[in-house]
T-cell receptor, first 116, second 118 residues
């Protein structure tokens, strides 16, 4: 069965610091998809990125970057030069190709607080 | 708007009452998911529709939970005889593709319905 672990429950940084959110996953499927979502205080989940299991290239989008390593089953997320608006709960999620619904399995989330 | 909408945004129910939660997915989206998010946790899958067909309901916690999508667009999640442990945020998500053809489309989430059972 698939599982996503986000060991960091809460992280607090000062504005402009870099911060990395960890994500470790478990799956028996050879084809799967990994996601990061942001959940601000308003509650709506905002999609950030999707990677498939065959694409291990790291990705950078502005201040955001993602490090996907199949060897360690990790998909970590780094925010460079953090800003107060980055404060939110961040969820890592996994979807298996063979799943009957390809539903997302989420980690328990990391609460990021960026202090001014 | 063009996003997923849910109503009501907040619902308070007395234990034992029935509730109905509505989801309006993005127009034309084939797939619709319901998730339950307890306080301080990640969302957990409840059920999945491809058009009007409910293809997976493995996540529904009990037979008090029932979902439908009769015309392949709007969906309703109904909870009968609510209990305190049903208190959570119920999230609806839709995506453009179905299961055929492989791949995984992005799921777009609604704002959720916060259900509080007293």
């Amino acid at each position: 069965a698939q599982k996503v672990t986000q060991a960091q429950t809460e992280i607090s940084v000062v504005e402009k610091e870099d911060v990395t959110l960890d994500c470790v996953y478990e799956t028996r499927d050879t084809t799967y998809y990994l996601f990061w979502y942001k959940q601000p205080p308003s509650g709506e989940l905002v999609f950030l990125i999707r990677r498939n299991s065959f694409d291990e290239q790291n990705e950078i989008s502005g201040r955001y970057s993602w490090n996907f390593q199949k060897s360690t089953s990790s998909f970590n997320f780094t925010i460079t030069a953090s800003q107060v608006v980055d404060s939110a709960v961040y969820f890592c999620a996994l979807s298996e190709e063979l799943g009957s619904a390809r539903q997302l399995t989420f980690g328990s989330g990391t609460q990021l607080t960026v202090l001014p | 708007g063009a996003g997923v909408s849910q109503s009501p945004r907040y619902k308070v129910a007395k234990r034992g009452q029935d509730v109905a939660l509505r989801c309006d997915p993005i127009s034309g989206h084939v797939s619709l998911f319901w998730y339950q998010q307890a306080l301080g946790q990640g969302p957990e899958f409840l059920t999945y529709f491809q058009n009007e067909a409910q293809l997976d309901k493995s996540g529904l916690p009990s037979d008090r939970f029932f979902a439908e999508r009769p015309e392949g667009s709007v969906s309703t999640l109904k909870i009968q005889r609510t209990q305190q442990e049903d208190s959570a945020v119920y999230l609806c998500a839709s995506s453009s593709g179905g299961l055929a053809g492989g791949g995984q489309n992005e799921q777009f989430f609604g704002p959720g319905t916060r259900l509080t059972v007293l």
